[in-house]
């Protein structure tokens, strides 16, 4: 997927689960661009390690595609 053309909203915001909206309420809204920015390298250092989400992974896939969106500068 060619980083221009990726969004928050399209590509980012549906990776996250109602549940884990839930779960990192208390530190950052996973629906919200802004914070999803701000705590970016944070998100993916966890998504990487696998203690993000806390019940399971995600596949390679997804969080790939977190990391391109970072890396193409965390586009709204």
Same mark, same amino acid.
Do not use: Y
């Given at each position: 997927?060619?980083?221009?053309?990726?969004?928050?909203?399209?590509?980012?915001?549906? $990776?996250? #689960?109602?549940?884990?909206?839930?779960?990192?309420?208390?530190?950052?809204?996973?629906? +919200?661009?802004?914070?999803?920015? /701000?705590?970016?390298?944070?998100? $993916?250092? #966890?998504?990487?390690?696998?203690?993000?989400?806390?019940?399971?992974?995600?596949?390679? +896939?997804?969080?790939?595609?977190? /990391?391109?969106?970072?890396?193409?500068?965390?586009?709204?």
């Amino acid at each position: 997927m060619p980083e221009e053309l990726m969004s928050f909203a399209k590509d980012i915001k549906p $990776l996250f #689960r109602h549940k884990d909206k839930g779960a990192m309420s208390w530190a950052f809204d996973l629906g +919200d661009h802004a914070d999803v920015s /701000e705590n970016a390298e944070l998100i $993916l250092e #966890r998504l990487q390690e696998g203690t993000m989400p806390c019940d399971s992974p995600w596949p390679e +896939d997804r969080v790939a595609l977190f /990391e391109r969106w970072v890396q193409a500068g965390k586009p709204e």
